[in-house]
């Protein structure tokens, strides 16, 4: 068996791994888009590294794009296999794959406007939405620890892991000439307690492990930490400074949560007097995706709904789906928490208000989750950087910037390390350390070996390993 690693490789997304059986069959793990730069990234995605006719199936970790948008792009060159998930993140796909296209559209759109100025090439996006409609229909959903047989030789299990509504630990047993081989891949893990899922489940033992590493060099602030400052936030933006509160975050998932803790708060009559708004289209449909599975909600949140029925709603929450409403944000002058996608700030409406307040200096703009280094969210950070390019025009950084990361959707160090401990390390033949920028990889390895596991790999990008 071969296992090759084509994204997620060294870097934080773009999530693809190859696996080739010695009957010749082909799993690819995960079919992610790499993010983070804007159009930069166009040939890493177009060059997936394999004929997409050549794939039997894709396993899907979850529905987060740097996971799964590149499904419509193998669609539209022809794979016809089947992509195995939980019937949460078909769901969760059916509407994230449709919102990729139409930004690859606004994003190519502009960039060709300004390619045709120059007399350069223009390009193409990778895909429209109607090669993210047909590929759902290749979907196969299989529940949590539900055995599922692939083939007479490829068993799957599906094991929560707590990141976000519908993902899963990928457990596969294939039978090989040389014996039974058991592999686990992590997607991404989640934290030990979560804002509004289950929390990460335990999963069989395996002979192969490959791991996310995003936070694999630091640890988080506590929960309740996180909500104080939160609510800190919001007081010294919302009611001293009387301006705005600009929050990117991930349409689904981040999202949800930044909304629970505000319904949470708003319910106890620590929430000031103040308009929230949900800016993004994806987050409305996702979030009525959620409220469908409330099997997948920890248990504060199902005592919680016991006497709030909407714990995505309260009185003065507005979600937002028209663009003319979505603009008219940008003139209203009154106090407002503005939560828009997307996380990194790379595109759709979080950037246009971004752009719009950047050089207020009564705004916040509060940074709630990883951005990858070369992204305008990462930038914004940067205290070395007084001038933020958005749009092709310069902008003075006005606007205060925080960040807290006790919202992020991804366990630090010690909490994937007390997470993988649920296998028997000296069964563990060899670990291989994906999902993460080199430091944080290099750290992690470093925490694992300490912990016991050996046989650390940290692969390059189509490294190949024979298993």
């Given at each position: ?124 996006p990778l895909y429209d939405a109607n090669h ?330 189509g490294e190949e390993y024979i298993l």
């Amino acid at each position: 068996m071969r296992l090759q690693f084509l994204g997620a490789a060294r870097e934080v997304t773009g999530s693809k791994h190859l696996i080739t059986t010695d009957k010749g069959k082909r799993l690819l793990l995960d079919c992610g888009m790499y993010q983070g730069k804007g159009l930069e990234t166009d040939a890493q995605n177009r060059d997936l590294g394999f004929d997409p006719q050549s794939i039997d199936y894709i396993i899907l970790s979850h529905a987060h794009i740097d996971h799964s948008g590149l499904i419509p792009y193998m669609y539209k060159l022809g794979f016809r296999g089947r992509v195995i998930a939980t019937p949460a993140t078909r769901d969760l796909c059916s509407i994230m794959l449709k919102d990729t296209a139409f930004i690859q559209q606004q994003d190519v759109r502009w960039y060709n406007k300004k390619m045709h100025k120059q007399h350069k090439p223009t390009i193409q996006p990778l895909y429209d939405a109607n090669h993210a409609e047909r590929c759902i229909r290749l979907f196969v959903c299989v529940d949590y620890d539900n055995p599922f047989h692939i083939t007479d030789d490829i068993e799957l299990t599906f094991t929560n892991s707590g990141h976000m509504l519908g993902s899963a630990i990928v457990n596969l047993t294939i039978k090989e000439k040389d014996g039974l081989k058991r592999i686990a891949f992590t997607g991404d893990i989640g934290r030990p307690k979560s804002y509004i899922l289950r929390s990460p489940q335990p999963f069989p033992q395996c002979d192969y492990l490959i791991t996310e590493s995003t936070y694999g060099d630091r640890i988080h602030e506590d929960k309740l930490v996180s909500e104080q400052q939160l609510l800190e936030v919001v007081e010294h933006t919302c009611v001293h400074k009387k301006g705005k509160l600009i929050i990117p975050s991930f349409s689904v998932g981040r999202t949800q949560e930044i909304v629970y803790v505000l319904n949470q708060l708003y319910n106890e009559h620590k929430l000031p007097p103040i308009h929230v708004y949900v800016d993004s289209p994806l987050s409305v449909n996702a979030t009525n995706i959620f409220k469908l599975y409330t099997d997948s909600m920890n248990d504060e949140v199902k005592e919680t709904m016991l006497h709030d029925k909407d714990p995505f709603g309260f009185n003065s929450l507005t979600y937002i789906s028209d663009i003319k409403e979505s603009k008219a944000l940008n003139s209203d002058k009154q106090p407002a928490i503005i939560i828009s996608a997307s996380g990194m700030l790379e595109a759709g409406r979080v950037k246009h208000h971004v752009a719009n307040h950047i050089d207020d200096p009564s705004t916040t703009i509060l940074i709630v989750g990883y951005c990858t280094p070369t992204s305008l969210g990462a930038r914004l950070q940067d205290p070395k950087i007084k001038y933020i390019s958005i749009f092709g025009f310069d902008h003075k950084k006005r606007a205060e910037i925080y960040k807290i990361e006790g919202f992020s959707g991804h366990g630090d160090y010690k909490e994937m390390i007390q997470y993988l401990k649920c296998q028997n390390v000296e069964q563990i033949r060899n670990v291989f350390v994906v999902h993460g920028e080199q430091h944080a990889q290099e750290a992690f390895k470093d925490h694992l070996y300490e912990a016991g596991f050996r046989g650390i790999k940290i692969p390059e990008k189509g490294e190949e390993y024979i298993l």
